[in-house]
């Protein structure tokens, strides 16, 4: 939210007719805009351009995780932040059909969603076009031993690191959390990403892995998960464990201010190039960032999202938690990050959050692992919209 601030106007004059002119002409404050709000419009599946083309079937798994974690919940609890998707109970329906659904058929799949969803298109207040980006699960090099060819930890989460949910306390602040420490009973903040790389847990038997490329680290620590592959061939999948707290700062933007990247120039590739090709800033420039992320061995299918299932690639999206719920199938009509005369338009599950991902209509979808998977999140930068898929037992109140 950007508050535009004017000089106030004052003047002293000797007639009142002066007064009176003078405060007539004074330029009126701008009103704040309202803050960010969720709005929900019924569509109908014709609204969904390219709805009869996506292969819904790819969905149906990312679906059926989110349904097997409905299960686990009573009937009563509210779906999202209060209960915009209704409760557990209007999604058992729907997700005992999943079930009987044949693998592969795109047919039978559109015709679940039609017979028992209803879309409807989401707004911030009303405005439908919103910010996609992209995340992917890392590759790294790495060793389960101090090496001196992989100089940087990666750690586990501290024991003393308290992570709090504010939601837990107001629904004012719903979405949002803290971490800290506690000292002489009162939160205190952890360390910043520049304390931690300077060592301030060093010794303290946190290291879980050691990788050779610092900056690989830390593009990591922002995907939230990826795979370590050691010298003997084998592979140790790493997840999100725990954040210090710290609020996410971009460091796009700060490579923009300093004049380094043109804003439209900005990618995961370019600011990996820039960094490469400055290692005397570059550390510098990456505790401009003072979030840092801990991990966690993982095993099972993919890296886990803040729903707590397993990611489907292509076919999961990070959402907003402060407004959206997880667990609800989402059609994303956005610019194609490879081929801007194309159109992303498919059908996709909210299953995470991130720290950048905020506001109403802000998306980011898991693009799995690999080549073109990192290719796929590093340049997307997508406008489009999203629309949400609710059970027609949901009511929805007018204007969201």
């Not at 801007?340 to 059908?347: F, I, N, P, S, Y």
Request: aromatic share 8%; glycine share 12%.
């Amino acid at each position: 939210m950007t508050f535009h601030h004017r000089p106030s106007f004052s003047a002293i004059a000797l007639f009142g007719a002066v007064a009176l002119l003078f405060s007539a002409c004074a330029p009126k404050e701008e009103a704040k805009p309202p803050p960010d709000a969720l709005t929900l419009a019924p569509l109908s599946f014709t609204d969904l351009a390219g709805w009869r083309t996506d292969p819904l079937a790819q969905a149906v798994p990312a679906l059926a995780r989110s349904c097997a974690r409905f299960k686990t919940q009573p009937k009563d609890r509210p779906v999202g932040p209060g209960g915009v998707a209704g409760t557990i109970g209007d999604w058992q329906g729907p997700c005992a059909q999943l079930a009987d659904l044949p693998p592969g058929d795109d047919a039978a799949a559109r015709a679940f969603f039609e017979a028992n969803f209803t879309p409807y298109a989401a707004g911030n207040n009303g405005t439908r076009e919103g910010l996609f980006t992209g995340y992917y699960e890392a590759e790294l090099e790495g060793s389960r031993k101090p090496d001196p060819a992989y100089p940087v930890p990666l750690y586990r989460r501290p024991a003393d690191l308290v992570m709090v949910d504010l939601g837990d306390f107001s629904d004012r602040w719903k979405g949002e959390r803290t971490a800290g420490r506690v000292i002489d009973g009162k939160l205190k903040p952890y360390e910043d990403r520049a304390a931690i790389v300077a060592g301030s847990l060093k010794g303290k038997g946190l290291e879980l892995v050691w990788v050779k490329d610092p900056i690989g680290a830390f593009f990591l620590q922002i995907q939230g998960s990826g795979r370590i592959q050691f010298p003997d061939g084998g592979e140790m999948r790493v997840g999100y464990a725990g954040q210090n707290g710290h609020k996410y700062v971009a460091i796009g933007k700060e490579l923009i201010e300093r004049g380094a990247l043109k804003r439209e120039e900005v990618s995961l590739q370019t600011i990996r190039a820039w960094l490469l090709a400055h290692p005397d800033q570059a550390p510098a420039v990456m505790n401009v960032n003072p979030s840092y992320v801990f991990f966690q061995p993982l095993s099972g299918d993919g890296p886990n999202g803040a729903q707590g299932v397993a990611l489907t690639p292509g076919r999961s999206l990070a959402v907003d938690s402060k407004f959206m719920p997880y667990g609800v199938p989402v059609w994303l009509d956005a610019e194609d990050p490879l081929d801007a005369g194309q159109r992303l338009q498919r059908l996709l599950v909210a299953q995470d959050t991130g720290g950048a991902i905020r506001g109403p209509v802000r998306g980011d979808v898991f693009w799995g692992h690999g080549p073109e998977a990192e290719q796929r999140a590093g340049v997307m930068k997508s406008r489009g919209n999203y629309a949400l898929l609710l059970p027609k037992s949901v009511k929805v109140a007018a204007g969201g």
